[in-house]
């Protein structure tokens, strides 16, 4: 006798399926990583100080902010030790766990709370809020990844345009099939350390917005136009 497959209402809902993939990876991965978190943060807290984890409100699903973790990479900041900008406050440490992504892995506990995804574009700081345009605010149609399209093609040696364009294609095209292609694609990324950072910044440099495009300014008329009379 022939069995009728589920019906539509019945059958898992894409989003329903990306979710359950994010809890399961991000428990194993949590537990099969659980030693070397351990050696990170033993080395984080003697070559940076305490505390080990560096939070910070970031902008998820929705433009919900919630508390990025990760492990700490800089110094403090120390004007009088000359620590200013992001370049002078990274030690050789924390650049090696940027390189490596090492500093990601206390993120999947944002994964596992529902806060992220394994795969989508990246939060960012929640005074970028006010300068998105309206079509680059549609990346947070989607909840943030720990990895994304933007970070596999170029990571921060892309322009922020185009790491927002590519945001918002990721948007419209997320399947589970590419989700599968930029964890891939991501491994290759991390492996060759590429894209760190950008030019001429030790991270990336501050957001500031799409400056809008300038009105069509109308060429001058050059033809001459003779006053009535001849021109006399």
């Known amino acids: 006798m022939h069995t009728p497959g589920r019906s539509l209402a019945e059958r898992p809902r894409p989003e329903a399926l990306k979710r359950a993939i994010d809890v399961l990876a991000a428990a194993v991965l949590l537990v099969l990583t659980a030693p070397l978190v351990l050696v990170v943060a033993v080395l984080v807290a003697v070559g940076l100080g305490r505390p080990v984890l560096f939070r910070q409100p970031r902008v998820g699903r929705h433009g919900r902010v919630f508390e990025l973790v990760k492990f700490r990479t800089m110094l403090p900041p120390d004007p009088l030790r000359g620590r200013v900008r992001d370049g002078d406050r990274l030690t050789p440490l924390g650049r090696f766990l940027r390189s490596t992504s090492l500093d990601e892995l206390p993120t999947l506990w944002n994964v596992l709370r529902g806060d992220m995804s394994l795969v989508g574009p990246r939060p960012l700081l929640t005074e970028y809020l006010p300068r998105y345009s309206p079509t680059q605010a549609r990346r947070h149609e989607v909840r943030p990844g720990v990895t994304g399209l933007a970070q596999v093609r170029g990571r921060n040696s892309l322009g922020w345009e185009e790491k927002l364009d590519l945001?918002?294609?990721?948007?419209?095209?997320?399947?589970?099939?590419?989700?599968?292609?930029?964890?891939?694609?991501?491994?290759?990324?991390?492996?060759?350390?590429?894209?760190?950072?950008?030019?001429?910044?030790?991270?990336?440099?501050?957001?500031?917005?799409?400056?809008?495009?300038?009105p069509a300014v109308p060429a001058p008329d050059t033809t001459l136009t003779v006053p009535a009379g001849g021109g006399r």
């Open 167 to 214: 945001d918002v294609w990721y948007v419209d095209h997320r399947s589970l099939r590419l989700d599968l292609s930029i964890l891939a694609a991501t491994v290759r990324t991390v492996l060759r350390r590429e894209g760190i950072s950008a030019a001429g910044s030790a991270t990336a440099p501050e957001f500031l917005g799409t400056p809008p495009l300038a």
